[in-house]
């Protein structure tokens, strides 16, 4: 509950907060609660050590969900489940002498969550700063109907051991589905509010993940080992809420680009006005103008979703004492929005507009009646940028600064350490162990984008759901390189 209270009224017959001393007004606000109860049911069961199953259940009730305006005992509550199951094939067949040990795993889950703000599900106020004063409709409307959201997970797995565990291998494969969506979209003004918690749209994740471990080299006094993470996901909108065309999330309205979503994407998706063009594909100009035409429909342009990704960590342990280790972070493909460039560009301060005093014609035809014919007429204008300063902000579309398939390999950190010798620790009875270390993160990067840092990020943590503004870098600086040097210690 919210309430203000206001004294010592300058017109004591207009009773409003506006007209109450300044210094008397102040708000009384109960804390905001939120209480949940959950109840779970576990089995486990094992068969002679290589089968082994699982079953569990849980039902939570959340007072997030409840409709205070009308009760009904059974909404706040939702169920939910997993299922799993491991083989352990190397304890019952008889397998080559190099395979150690093999295990085959299943699982499948089911997990449910409620809105992550409370008050959602009824209408609430807010005090006006308006003339007049008292209270308005607050910024998210209520929805008495809002559900809990599920997700449907299934994963298969192979785990394999080599050479007496000198080699190891763990497969995965995995699909994710989440359905009845907890969303937050904008609303009509005229419905009077701006947001609205509502369920809808089943998006899934589905891909491959592998690890492998091994050790080249082990002896004496050097030892190599190596860890390879490689994981490729891809994403899909399987519904949208209320069937809507599309969908996408105010936060990432960068520029002339956003996030967008449809049915049949990528939550990755990119979407942005284009040029108009004709049958064969060539960009209308305007006859009076001599710059290109937009189109004021948002299309699909581009994907920042990854085709793969790849960690390497290798570690070297060298006369006992002596440890190098580093992890190397390596991405392949996957679009990237430069909008520091387009800001740039658009306000003729880059490198790119240094020519702005050369004349020349934008490449494409006239919208004159003719640009469908078999012979359009071609563009003729001439344009010199110095004299059109609107050249740079209407002569390019922000498509033209997405730029394609970025790859890197980034060394993310690496460390080098030396223990102390045993003999010196035990000199004193303070240190049980002791060790000193020097890490460099962030020393060096490879890539083929040419903006500041291709781990780019629009927005941050505190923004509304989604993957955001990830891979929209405007105004992004690089991720810096970090120094450490520091010493371990046991007492």
Do not use: H
């Not at 035990?426 to 083929?448: E, M, P, Y």
């Amino acid at each position: 509950m919210n309430g203000t209270r206001g004294e010592r009224l300058f017109d004591p017959e207009f009773v409003s907060l506006n007209n109450a001393d300044p210094i008397s007004i102040g708000s009384i606000t109960t804390a905001e609660n939120n209480n949940r109860l959950g109840a779970f049911i576990n089995y486990n069961a094992s068969y002679k050590n290589f089968l082994n199953f699982s079953l569990a259940g849980r039902m939570d009730g959340s007072s997030r969900l409840v409709d205070p305006t009308n009760w009904d005992p059974a909404k706040p509550y939702y169920f939910y489940w997993t299922a799993g199951s491991s083989f352990i094939l190397s304890d019952i067949l008889k397998l080559p002498k190099e395979i150690s040990y093999l295990k085959y795993r299943i699982n499948y889950a089911t997990t449910g969550r409620d809105p992550r703000t409370p008050y959602v599900t009824s209408n609430r106020f807010a005090q006006s700063t308006f003339t007049g004063g008292g209270f308005s409709p607050f910024v998210t409307q209520g929805n008495p109907q809002l559900r809990a959201e599920f997700s449907q997970q299934f994963e298969t797995g192979l785990e394999a051991k080599f050479f007496k565990g000198r080699l190891g291998m763990d497969l995965t494969y995995y699909s994710n589905k989440t359905v009845d969506q907890l969303l937050n979209p904008r609303l009509s003004y005229a419905s009077g509010a701006i947001l609205k918690w509502i369920n809808g749209g089943d998006v899934e994740n589905r891909g491959i993940e592998m690890q492998i471990t091994g050790a080249p080299i082990k002896s004496k006094n050097f030892t190599w080992d190596v860890t390879v993470n490689w994981a490729r996901n891809r994403n899909e909108i399987l519904r949208m809420p209320s069937d809507l065309p599309f969908f996408y999330n105010s936060d990432t309205w960068i520029a002339g680009i956003r996030n967008i979503a449809t049915k049949g994407g990528s939550i990755f998706d990119l979407a942005a006005t284009r040029f108009l063009r004709n049958t064969r594909g060539d960009v209308l100009i305007s006859p009076t103008s001599g710059l290109p035409i937009r189109v004021s429909d948002y299309i699909r342009i581009g994907s920042r979703q990854s085709d793969w990704n790849m960690g390497l960590i290798n570690s070297f342990t060298f006369l006992s004492d002596w440890n190098l280790s580093f992890n190397l972070d390596i991405r392949k493909g996957g679009d990237i929005f430069n909008g520091t460039e387009w800001f740039l560009y658009s306000r003729g301060a880059s490198v790119r507009t240094l020519d702005r005093e050369t004349p020349r014609v934008i490449r494409g035809v006239l919208q004159d009646g003719l640009e469908n014919t078999a012979k359009p007429t071609q563009n003729t204008i001439v344009l010199t940028p110095f004299a059109r300063s609107e050249f740079y902000s209407l002569g390019v579309a922000e498509e033209d600064f997405i730029e394609r398939d970025i790859n890197w390999v980034r060394l993310r950190d690496v460390t080098l350490s030396y223990r102390l010798p045993s003999k010196l620790i035990k000199r004193n009875n303070l240190f049980k162990s002791a060790s000193v270390f020097f890490t460099g993160t962030d020393l060096f990067i490879l890539t083929n984008y040419r903006g500041a840092d291709p781990a780019a990020n629009a927005n941050n943590a505190g923004s509304r759901g989604g993957i955001g503004g990830v891979g929209m870098d405007y105004g992004n600086i690089a991720t810096p390189v970090g120094i450490n040097f520091g010493i371990r210690a046991q007492f």
